[in-house]
């Protein structure tokens, strides 16, 4: 069984830095595209960076040039580097590992399917 665990949430100034980690328990790690979403209060979930595993990355319009996604195989761990925060950053953040049908087809998922418990991003002065 696969699980994930996010670190790395709390509360930041505007304009501030964070890193999120999701550490993936098992074997699977580097067949599996990784994925950060998010749910501010109020909202629905909202798909903020993937990454496939051959390496395409993807980022919502609202972060980009701001947010990077990255892993690690050899931690077994994925992060999300998140730059000049803003208010409306301010959610709980997801991490998703998913198995894909092709190799740089996120929406596109082949049975595994897992998610992290999330983590609170507060950003606020």
């Known amino acids: 069984q696969v699980q994930l665990v996010e670190s790395g949430g709390g509360l930041v100034q505007p304009g501030g830095t964070l890193t999120l980690s999701c550490a993936v328990s098992g074997n699977m790690f580097s067949v599996l595209a990784m994925g950060w979403f998010r749910q501010a209060p109020g909202k629905g979930r909202e798909l903020v960076a993937s990454?496939?595993?051959?390496?395409?990355?993807n980022y919502a319009d609202s972060v980009k040039d701001r947010f990077t996604i990255s892993r690690d195989n050899a931690k077994n761990t994925a992060y999300l580097q998140m730059n000049r925060l803003k208010p409306e950053d301010t959610a709980v953040y997801y991490c998703?590992?998913?198995?894909?049908?092709?190799?740089?087809?996120?929406?596109?998922?082949?049975?595994?399917?897992?998610w992290g418990k999330g983590t609170l991003v507060t950003v606020s002065s």
């Open positions: 990454m496939t595993t051959g390496g395409t990355t």
């Open positions: 998703n590992a998913r198995r894909l049908a092709y190799p740089d087809m996120w929406a596109l998922k082949s049975g595994m399917d897992y």
